[in-house]
């Protein structure tokens, strides 16, 4: 289990920012998410809400989630904190969280922000030379200090680092917006965008799409380019700076789709998630793709629960956790927009019997609670720290749920009936 005592939230910064009177992370899409450690953090996005309609998260609130702990942690940030956002890129360079681009309420932008982990406290950057041409649901990935973004939907490129010859916009009229298939990198430690010039065949432009980088080699699948969603993969590979092309897969392909996930589990695993179909119907399937075989395999073909422009972050502990994401038809103006506030836990592997063991001490606490001081040092600190956050709560909700691979019940997360359980014996 390889514990790790010395979490964000034990960090002086971060206990003198909690927000006390908040619980629970609210339900959002279009957001960004990193795991550091065991630690789930979210920022940004947007949701619908009664009277409001399509509203923006707040910008100074981040939110921890720790699933062994099965607590969300709210701290407030300061200093030049971005505008408000959906659709963004981020990046981790550690101690740094980048957020990138996106759409404000004003439009397009493509400015860059930056979030020391430790102090809380946020920065914008001014990088020298053109920028970035404003745009969001664009990705990204790091890559030796180096910040890559691919494609993404926005403003037409005028006064903006832009190669003609190799850089192709697609101008959707009705929005005055488009698709780009721009590749470039932002230089985090000089501060610059920096054009990359490939050989091979680049992918077609899109918004929407999902990257993932393992070692020197991207794999690029799906999203939209003008009214069609795609389900091409393509490689890059970083050494050579070489497109594959349109790879070849086995196996029975996914559908095409925008807005879904793509997250590795291990240098040749990597695991896909939802999305929004060409029927503008959210998808609740589960693949796996074999990078060796180029096979893709459906693990899932119908969990219950359809996601789309969700998050899934992998944690120190191999569980990929999916959390918000948008629940209905997302271009569909004449409904209220559904968003969730649960965490979705994916596995290929059973949990280690170290993790399940101390799951188990704690859950049986009447009968070995004397015990645990005789554990070694962070086994018993682990302990004592879980009954210390359980009594100090004073509401409780189901925050994960398991849709692939062991239960989270295995652990102590709380169901839905255990947690109205405790909230009705709190009011007694």
Known sequence: MALQLKSLRSLKTWQSAHEQDVFFCPERCGHNAVCINDELLIWGGYNDTPNLGSTYCEKDLLWNYNLDMDIWTCVKTRGLIPKNRSGAMSALIWPFWYILCGHVFEGDSND??????????????????????????????????????????????TNCLWNEDSDKYTLEMLNNRGWNDQLLYFDAEKLE?????????????????????????????????????????????????????SKYCRGNLPIERSWHS?????????????????????????????????????LVHGTGQPRLWHSASLNMYGDILIYGGCCS?????????????????????????????????????KVTKEGWDTLPRLLKEWLHLKLQITNHMFAY????????????????VLTVDEAE????????
């Open 329 to 365: 038809n997302i271009l569909e103006d004449t409904e209220r927009l559904i968003t969730s506030d649960q965490v979705i836990v994916l596995r290929r592997t059973p949990f280690t019997l170290e993790r399940l063991c101390l799951h188990a001490v704690y859950k049986n606490q």
């Open 262 to 298: 793509m997250t590795a589990i291990n240098k040749s695993e990597l695991i896909m998630y939802g999305g929004f179909s060409n029927d503008n119907v959210p998808l609740d399937d589960l693949w796996l793709l074999d990078v060796q075989s180029f096979t893709w395999t459906i």
């Open 112 to 157: 860059i922000h930056r979030l020391n982990l430790v102090t809380l406290v946020w920065e914008k950057l001014n990088p020298s030379g053109l920028l970035i041409s404003p745009r969001d649901k664009a990705s990204s990935w790091v890559y030796r200090n180096r910040i890559y973004c691919f494609g993404g939907f926005g403003s037409r490129p």
């Open 193 to 245: 965008w920096v054009l990359v010039q490939c050989k091979g065949n680049k992918p077609k432009g899109r918004a929407a799409h999902s990257t993932v980088c393992v070692d020197s080699t991207v794999y690029l699948f799906g999203g939209r380019h003008q009214t069609q969603r795609m389900n091409d993969l393509h490689c890059l590979n970083l050494e050579s700076q070489t497109w594959s092309g």
């Open 397 to 412: 909700k189901s925050n994960a749920i398991s849709l692939l691979g062991p239960n989270v019940t295995q652990l102590t």
């Open 421 to 428: 359980q405790l909230n009705k014996e709190e009011l007694l």
